[in-house]
Structure formats: structure tokens, C-alpha cells
């Protein structure tokens, strides 16, 4: 199974930048998406932000949009977030999550990386 880990997160000021990394291990050849959604505290999780995983090419959520980078590491399996001009309300959980072709589903998940941004 594809396995994921996140880091990079941490506490930081409004206003601040954050670069969160994704590595995956495992059977990486059957990734097709990967992708970052975030979980607030008293919130549904949220999708941010995606890329196909063959072609690079990102989406991203309304709300963040302008505001993040999505790209990948083909050599490394890595997976990063870069998030600028961040605000108390971006504070959540984040995980990283993959699927394969043909899944409609993201069946693997990391443990998420915790952001908090003060205000």
C-alpha cells in the first residue's frame, strides 16, 4: 500500500509562509492524484489543493486559490504545499491523500501535519 507522511507544519504569524511536504512510499506507480485537504477544529475536512500525478498539472479550492503552490517531486514522491500570506482561519489540520486510477475515492491518507496561525 502507498504510504504517506506529511511535515512542515507548525505555528506561525499572519502574514507568514508555510511550505508543507508529502513523501510517499510504497507502490508510487499506481498514484494517479494526490492531494491536501485540511480539517479545522468543529469542521467538516476541506479540499485545498490537488495535482494529477503523471502530468503535474494542480486544481485548487476557491478559498486558497492565489494563495498556494501545489507541485511534485517525481524523483522524490514528494508531494509539497506552499502557502503564502496565511491567516488565523487556515489554522487546521492537514493531510496529504492518493489515489490510484480509476478510484473515485482518495484511498490513502497521511496523519496530517498540524498549522496554526496567530493572529
Known amino acids: 500500500q502507498v504510504q504517506l507522511v506529511e511535515s512542515g507544519g507548525g505555528l506561525v504569524q499572519t502574514g507568514a509562509s508555510l511550505r508543507l511536504s508529502c513523501a510517499a512510499s510504497g507502490p508510487t506507480s499506481s498514484i494517479y492524484r494526490m492531494a491536501w485537504f485540511r480539517q479545522a477544529p468543529g469542521k467538516e475536512r476541506e479540499f485545498v489543493a490537488g495535482l494529477n500525478w503523471s502530468r503535474g498539472s494542480p486544481f485548487y479550492a476557491d478559498s486558497v486559490k492565489g494563495r498556494c503552490t501545489v507541485s511534485r517531486d517525481r524523483v522524490t514522491n514528494t508531494v509539497l504545499l506552499q502557502i503564502d500570506s496565511l491567516k488565523p482561519e487556515d489554522t487546521a489540520v492537514y493531510s496529504c491523500?492518493?489515489?490510484?486510477?480509476?478510484?473515485?475515492?482518495?484511498?490513502?491518507w497521511g496523519q496530517g501535519t498540524q498549522v496554526t496561525v496567530s493572529s
Open positions: 491523500a492518493a489515489s490510484e486510477a480509476g478510484a473515485g475515492a482518495f484511498d490513502y
